[in-house]
């Protein structure tokens, strides 16, 4: 039996150099990076290089990064950070209907303490429409929050143009991308396109959990979440963690090695699995179908991240199919992994308007530069397999009428 790990969007193999890095800076420089003595200074090397591998590979100034636990805090970092900073001007957000809970929740949290939030729709494909951001944008609108690649379904998000729509619109509203499915996949210059923030969680491209980071444009002010002794100029403090922002550093950087040619096979590993998956009988894949850009173009299906395929199955429940997959070594999972033990049907799948028969017969299956064909294959011919006896009974557990 092959052990196929398609569940890459949810969590990733940590890259070997990255976890010996990892590893060997717990054991050997293991000082604390704010003391002043040899291993103090060492370990401030180490985040200091860190600091300055992803100021490279984003183009932006090292200044303008804060390092964190991973994406949920700097999302929650760069929403209450900036709602807190400019409640003077206004308390008007704006995000998606397919945002990460990360995301969503704070939004809606500062909903429930008094401002007003306009959560905007999208398209059957996961598009967002920048001429409904603009027509949202008001003079009090503080700050518009839009991922860059959905993490169920990979919709690649038309960012330069809702920030074209919004700083036309408004330019002193703050913009944020959550870019966890973005960075490593598909390349995102922040600066470049005009954002004001973006999140990164070092898990989602090969580092380890627990890291991730936040950029904030130079001149941008928001408030802290954590206070304490001052670490990162005072905007999350705390104790650094070495290892793991080094890990993270070295994890990103050999993403980032051959990165074109990657993508490119990426991209032909997934049109050949969309190829191989809408041979069974009765499926269907939600969102985008084809590569495309972060401007929209006429095929509003062109617009999809190389990584990940939500897949639609007719007559079986997506967590029976889990289990059922899992047995045969295929690691899948029904959507988002961060809100995986709760029942509710996913808000993406309901926004795009998957049919009401599906909402709970839908699979995620994302892959990273480590899959090949070999293990679609096997994939595949375990659905072929699996999804008959299944189907054998409705998604109730009812025998299924002949």
């Known amino acids: 039996m092959m052990d196929v790990y398609f569940d890459n969007a949810a969590t990733t193999r940590v890259y070997e150099p990255a976890a010996e890095l990892v590893t060997s800076l717990m054991l050997n420089e293991f000082g604390n990076p704010s003391s002043l003595h ?12 860190a600091r300055e591998t992803f100021a490279s590979l984003l183009k932006v100034k090292e200044n303008e990064l804060i390092f964190t636990s991973g994406a949920t805090e700097s999302n929650n970092m760069a929403i209450f950070g900036a709602a807190r900073a400019r409640r003077r001007y206004g308390r008007h957000i704006i995000t998606t209907a397919i945002e990460h809970a990360s995301v969503y929740n704070p939004m809606k949290e500062l909903e429930r303490q008094g401002y007003e939030l306009t959560v905007l729709p999208v398209g059957s494909s996961g598009l967002v429409d920048p001429e409904a951001v603009r027509s949202a944008v008001r003079p009090d609108t503080i700050l518009v929050s839009v991922m860059g690649v959905n993490n169920e379904i990979g919709t690649i998000e038309p960012i330069a143009d809702i920030v074209k729509a919004v700083k036309e619109t408004n330019p002193e509203t703050l913009i944020h991308v959550d870019a966890v499915q973005t960075f490593g996949k598909v390349r995102f210059y922040p600066s470049r396109l005009g954002i004001d923030m973006m999140s990164v969680s070092g898990h989602k491209f090969h580092g380890p959990k627990g890291t991730g980071l936040l950029w904030v444009r130079g001149g941008v002010r928001i408030e802290p979440l954590i206070y304490g002794g001052g670490q990162q100029k005072g905007m999350r403090s705390g104790t650094d963690n070495v290892p793991g922002w080094a890990g993270m550093a070295k994890a990103a950087q050999l993403e980032f090695e051959n990165f074109d040619d990657k993508v490119a096979g990426l991209y032909d590993l997934r049109e050949y699995f969309i190829d ?8 269907a894949v939600n969102g985008g179908l084809r590569p495309g850009s972060f401007t929209v173009q006429e095929d509003p299906l062109a617009c999809a991240a190389p990584h990940i395929v939500s897949v639609s199955f007719d007559d079986v429940r997506a967590e029976v199919l889990l289990h059922a997959m899992a047995e045969k070594g295929v690691s899948i999972s029904a ?4 809100s995986s033990n709760h029942p509710d049907i996913s808000r993406t799948l309901k926004a795009i308007g998957v049919p009401k028969e599906h909402l709970d017969s839908t699979v995620r299956f994302s892959f990273s530069f480590d899959s ?3 293990q679609v294959d096997y994939c595949i011919n375990a659905l072929k397999e699996v999804l008959p006896v299944l189907r054998r009974y409705v998604p109730g557990g009812r025998k299924k009428r002949r």
């Open 276 to 283: 191989q998956v809408l041979q069974i009988k009765g499926t």
């Open 372 to 374: 090949d064909r070999e």
């Open 335 to 338: 959507g988002s992994a961060c």
């Open 38 to 49: 040899d291993k103090g200074v060492e370990a401030e090397r180490y985040v200091r290089g």
